[in-house]
């Protein structure tokens, strides 16, 4: 089969279309054909060096892809031509993947493969941020960073749907009217962001030089969900720069609430899916490339310059 490769870390060139032998399942695993691969900062950063990667060189990129069941253990639930996605399983990057049973989403059939990718991994975050991270009340004020991004699109249109005040932030001119079709009340470039905002959530993809800025910007009992740091890593914070104005941060990784907390992970996928299907909420998908020219796919996403969810097909 055809996989996306790399045996060295750095810079988009590293990544190699190569050959591989199809996985084999384990007794707990289906295996999978995949149609759409979801590619996400945090590719980028395991291509870097610098995220949790599993495997050995030449490793296999990738954790989130849509497609079709295979072959699935007897008894799992999971059939041959089931429709199915998953979020986080190591080696997506792939024409075959062999997956855990328990990480295996059952897609409806009225979602496309494309809209699938764009609503997993990205809009699973989201559902979570806004209902269980810090569950956002009607009326509140939320500050989404990188709102034109993947998790910034889906942010948006959940946070609306539960009649909150969205604000959003991004980092250049031609990405604010997407965010306002979405239902951002307000949309700035990051350097016009008006002084005086301040919000009662603010959910940050970015992290960098915007994180310490974004604690300023709550109001007392307000909370900053932290997500990535596609900006750079997160500076120091003292407790004193909270305490005193009684507000909280709290960080957000999906792949470990996968394994720790998978009831609360279903419950929003639920949610999620049935905003889908009320046709309350839009997965943007920005970008779609070929697998075999995944290097062009990186760099796009590494430049910060795409909006929605970027896609790769096999």
């Known amino acids: 089969m055809k996989t996306l490769c790399f045996d060295r870390f750095g810079g988009p060139e590293v990544l190699k279309y190569c050959e591989a032998p199809d996985p084999v399942p384990l007794a707990h695993q289906a295996l999978m054909q995949t149609?759409?691969?979801?590619?996400?900062?945090?590719?980028?950063?395991?291509?870097?060096?610098?995220?949790h990667l599993q495997g050995k060189p030449p490793f296999i990129a990738g954790y989130e892809a849509v497609g079709v069941v295979?072959?699935?253990?007897?008894?799992?639930?999971?059939?041959?031509?089931?429709?199915?996605?998953?979020?986080?399983m190591p080696f997506a990057n792939a024409e075959r993947v062999a997956v855990d049973v328990d990480k295996l989403?059952?897609?409806?059939?009225?979602i496309s493969f494309e809209i699938a990718a764009a609503v997993l991994l990205q809009g699973l975050t989201a559902q979570y941020l806004v209902r269980d991270s810090h569950e956002i009340l009607s009326n509140q004020?939320?500050?989404?960073?990188?709102?034109?991004?993947g998790v910034g699109c889906a942010a948006i249109q959940v946070a609306r749907a539960l009649n909150a005040r969205v604000i959003a932030a991004v980092g250049s001119p031609e990405k604010l009217e997407l965010c306002r079709e979405l239902g951002a009340a307000d949309a700035f470039v990051y350097d016009e962001l008006p002084d005086d905002l301040r919000v009662d959530v603010v959910m940050d993809p970015v992290g960098g030089e915007l994180f310490e800025a974004a604690v300023g910007r709550?109001?007392?009992?307000?909370?900053?969900?932290?997500?990535?740091?596609?900006?750079?890593?997160?500076?120091e914070l003292q407790p004193a720069q909270l305490v005193g104005r009684n507000v909280g941060v709290q960080g957000v990784y999906l792949g470990r609430l996968l394994r720790h907390a998978p009831d609360v992970v279903a419950a929003?996928?639920?949610e999620l899916l049935e905003l889908w299907s009320g046709r309350r909420i839009r997965?943007?998908?920005?970008?779609?490339?070929?697998?075999?020219?995944v290097e062009d796919a990186h760099a796009l996403v590494e430049s910060r310059r795409s909006v929605g969810k970027v896609v790769l097909v096999p």
């Open 105 to 110: 989403i059952a897609l409806p059939d009225d």
């Open 218 to 235: 709550l109001r007392p009992l307000g909370q900053l969900v932290a997500i990535g740091y596609a900006g750079g890593m997160w500076p």
């Open 268 to 270: 929003a996928t639920r």
């Open 283 to 293: 997965p943007v998908v920005g970008a779609e490339f070929p697998l075999a020219e």
């Open 35 to 51: 149609e759409v691969i979801g590619l996400n900062f945090a590719d980028v950063y395991r291509r870097k060096g610098t995220y």
């Open 141 to 149: 004020s939320v500050l989404v960073h990188a709102a034109a991004g």
């Open 70 to 88: 295979l072959s699935a253990p007897a008894g799992s639930g999971f059939s041959a031509g089931q429709r199915v996605g998953f979020a986080d």
